[in-house]
């Protein structure tokens, strides 16, 4: 089994900064991507972020030159530091691996538990 602890969230104003982590254990395989992705209220969960273990880096469009991910292989932990912060991006934030065994096998999702991420304006 695999396990995604969250932390980092809380509320800050408007051009503020929060860093995100997210903690991974249990069966974790070398083929795997690590991600954030959140949720505003009344909306679908979208993209933030994702991370190779390569260190390959995608983001969206909303948050590119403003948030950063990185990732620590030796922890299994993967960060999202936010910056220069909008009230768009309030929501839950996300965090995901995904991964497979071997080339073989199928990709699988885990997802964390949501940290609430707040921008006051």
């Known amino acids: 089994q695999v396990q995604l602890v969250e932390s980092g969230g809380g509320l800050v104003q408007t051009g503020g900064s929060l860093r995100l982590s997210c903690a991974a254990s249990g069966s974790i395989f070398s083929i795997n991507t690590m991600g954030w992705y959140r949720q505003a209220p009344g909306k679908q969960r979208e993209l933030v972020a994702t991370?190779?273990?390569?260190?390959?880096?995608d983001y969206a469009d909303s948050v590119k030159g403003r948030f950063t991910i990185s990732r620590d292989n030796a922890k299994n932990t993967v960060y999202l530091q936010m910056s220069t912060q909008k009230p768009d991006d309030t929501a839950v934030y996300y965090c995901k691996l995904k991964q497979r065994r071997n080339v073989l096998s199928a990709f699988r999702d885990y997802w964390g538990q949501g940290t609430q991420v707040t921008v006051s304006s």
């Open positions: 991370i190779t273990k390569g260190g390959t880096t």
